[in-house]
């Protein structure tokens, strides 16, 4: 009994240090080799000042910018502490909150027509998106025009320039990086 003990306790001491170290180090150094902008969270940063991440989202407010999916990420775009809300389609909190978020966004976007799109009004598994549908963009843009003295045709073209199609053609959706979209807004180019 002893000696398969013993053995027992080797192998977790060998899979301990093989997995629990060298392999996360080995992993580590290789995206640090090959990928490290990526490996470093992709972070975007403006005259040398870190303004965001392109896979986090962050809470736009002002009405001179495209605001993002609402986060459901501990006190909001947390990523720390991602996860979404849980709570299902018949939930009353849920219709609640999705009824109140379409209100609040009608009344900011008085001349967008036709509700929110879905994705305005609910959160994200992840709660960090950092992207919306280019029909979420194209409904915000006539508040981000009126805000920033634009015509609607150029903030739609800007909208445009910024649809990424499906990766690979055929995997995922159509979506617009709204921290990509906001930096284009202010004509700032991002490292």
């Known amino acids: 009994m002893l000696r398969y003990a013993a053995t027992a306790f080797r192998i977790t001491i060998v899979s301990i240090v ?3 170290l060298l392999y996360p180090l080995g992993m580590t150094a290789i995206a640090q080799a090959l990928f490290p902008k990526q490996a470093n969270g992709s972070l975007v940063v403006v005259n040398g000042s870190v303004v965001g991440s392109w896979i986090v989202g962050q809470n736009w407010t002002a009405p001179r910018y495209f605001q993002g999916r609402p986060s459901a990420a501990g006190k909001g775009y947390d990523p720390t502490s991602t996860g979404g809300t849980n709570l299902g389609p018949t939930s009353a909190k849920l219709i609640a909150a999705t ?10 976007n008085p001349g967008a027509g036709g ?9 994200s598994a992840s709660g960090i998106d950092p992207d919306i549908s280019p029909e979420a963009a194209y409904w915000e843009a006539p508040r981000v025009a009126r805000a920033r003295h634009m015509t609607l045709d150029a903030v739609r073209s800007l909208v445009a320039a910024h649809v990424r199609g499906r990766q690979f053609g055929f ?8 921290l990509e979209l906001n930096l284009a807004l202010d004509g700032i180019h991002a490292e």
């Not at 509700?115 to 959160?123: E, G, K, Y």
């Not at 995997?171 to 709204?178: D, K, S, T, Y």
């Open 18 to 20: 093989a997995l629990g």
């Open 99 to 108: 009824k109140l978020a379409m209100t609040q966004l009608e009344k900011a």
């Open 115 to 123: 509700p929110p799109p879905i994705d305005l009004v609910t959160s």
């Open 171 to 178: 995997l995922g959706e159509p979506h617009v990086n709204v």
